[in-house]
């Protein structure tokens, strides 16, 4: 019982502050173009400008938008289904016993990007990935 109460206070602050946020309408034309499909959508004002939670066909995705409602960018959880075959091919046969529990995708202006977190027996390794499966990036 508490913790539904905790959750519906939750969910009923999100929506308040929510309501209260005046969110360019450029940037809110700019989500709706993007992703049509968005649901449960939750703006905030950020330092840079807003940034819109929302559900994106069953993930999670974070957009940001500059004060003027520019788009600056696009991340959604995803999984590693989402990745070239290529790309798996080549990081599962250098470690076999590895697997990814974590991949976002990002959208810019300038193309998408995969980053890609393998975990090896607890040593993690990161990759930035475009959509072809070619390594951009290392970490």
């Not at 976002?104 to 959509?131: C, H, N, Q, S, W």
């Amino acid at each position: 019982m508490k913790t539904l109460l905790s959750t519906f206070l939750l969910a009923l602050t999100a929506l308040s502050a929510n309501a209260q946020i005046k969110v360019n309408p450029k940037a809110e034309e700019a989500l709706k173009e993007q992703h049509k499909k968005a649901k449960d959508i939750v703006w905030a004002e950020v330092e840079k400008g807003f940034t819109a939670t929302f559900d994106n066909e069953g993930y999670s995705s974070i957009a940001e938008f500059e004060k003027n409602g520019k788009w600056i960018k696009t991340e959604t959880e995803m999984y590693e289904e989402v990745l070239a075959e290529s790309f798996l091919t080549t990081v599962y046969t250098k470690y076999p016993d590895a697997y990814i529990p974590k991949v976002i995708r990002r959208e810019t202006p300038e193309g998408i990007t995969f980053e890609v977190i393998l975990d090896d027996d607890g040593k993690a390794y990161g990759y930035t990935v475009d959509k072809e499966g070619k390594v951009l990036g290392t970490k």
